[in-house]
């Protein structure tokens, strides 16, 4: 087995069922989500910010070559949560993609208007 | 703060009538739900910054029959551009509600109204101006002699 079809077959493997959406549209494939774990595991609570409560959580995606990201961009709803993407590259072997990683951050459903029900 | 807040909501109702500004949802500022990630459209946090009372007769030499508390405050609308949007568009409407705020304010009671630079949310990855305006009002007791 050559190692893009190592790589793509160890995904589909170990990895789980996700959803991608970007745009209006989505694509179930799969990919390994798991949280990153910063030094000493402290990553508890979150901020207080003007926009809500920022989680301050981040989470690794590696998922196929044939799925691209957008930073920004794109939602991945797993079993585990939903994310979205804040950075993301693909990892070529030579010109072929390989895998694509991404950092991905707790996702913030759209806030109603406060002063519509006032 | 509830007799400020009242009069800062009564204005972000007018601002809300004002078809330019239609566009903006308007929430209150640091609240418990979950930041809108990615930022979907122009959205306004709106806080009060500060405020103050003081007491004091309002008839002054004219009456003393007349009496009641000072309010002073400032708020802050924080308006963020959608994420994606490279920011077109923030600039004009943080205008309109710089305008707009006289058609808001129809108490009379905003006295001054500025707008900021541009600042960028690194963690939004977007940028948003603030819109900040002092409010001057008076509540007078009834009957007062």
């Known amino acids: ?118 | 703060m509830t007799q400020i807040s009242e009069q800062v909501d009564c204005i972000i109702s007018g601002l809300k009538e004002i078809s330019a500004l239609s566009g903006v949802r308007f929430v209150r500022e640091y609240s418990s739900e979950p930041v809108e990630t990615p930022v979907s459209g122009f959205l306004a946090a709106v806080g009060i910054i500060s405020a103050e009372r003081s007491n004091e007769f309002i008839g002054g030499d004219a009456t003393s029959a007349l009496k009641g508390e000072m309010y002073a405050a400032v708020c802050e609308i924080r308006l963020y551009s959608p994420n994606g949007g490279n920011g077109s568009g923030l600039s004009e409407l943080a205008g309109e509600m710089l305008a707009g705020l006289r058609s808001a304010d129809v108490s009379g009671i905003v006295s001054k109204a500025t707008v900021s630079s541009i600042e960028f949310d690194t963690e939004l990855n977007t940028i948003f101006r603030r819109i900040s305006f002092r409010l001057e009002f008076c509540l007078c007791e009834e009957g007062a002699t």
């Open chain 1, 1 to 118: 087995m050559s190692l893009i079809g190592a790589v793509s077959n160890s995904i589909a493997k170990f990895g789980g069922d996700v959803e991608v959406t970007q745009g209006g549209s989505t694509v179930k494939t799969r990919a390994i989500v798991e949280p990153i774990r910063y030094k000493n595991k402290i990553y508890i609570g979150g901020e207080q910010r003007s926009l809500g409560t920022l989680i301050r959580e981040r989470y690794l995606y590696i998922g196929q070559p044939d799925v691209p990201l957008r930073a920004n961009a794109s939602v991945i709803e797993s079993v585990g949560g939903k994310y979205i993407v804040k950075r993301c590259e693909t990892y070529y072997i030579q010109d072929r993609p390989i895998y694509v990683w991404a950092i991905m951050v707790p996702f913030g459903a759209r806030r109603e208007d406060d002063y519509d029900a006032d």
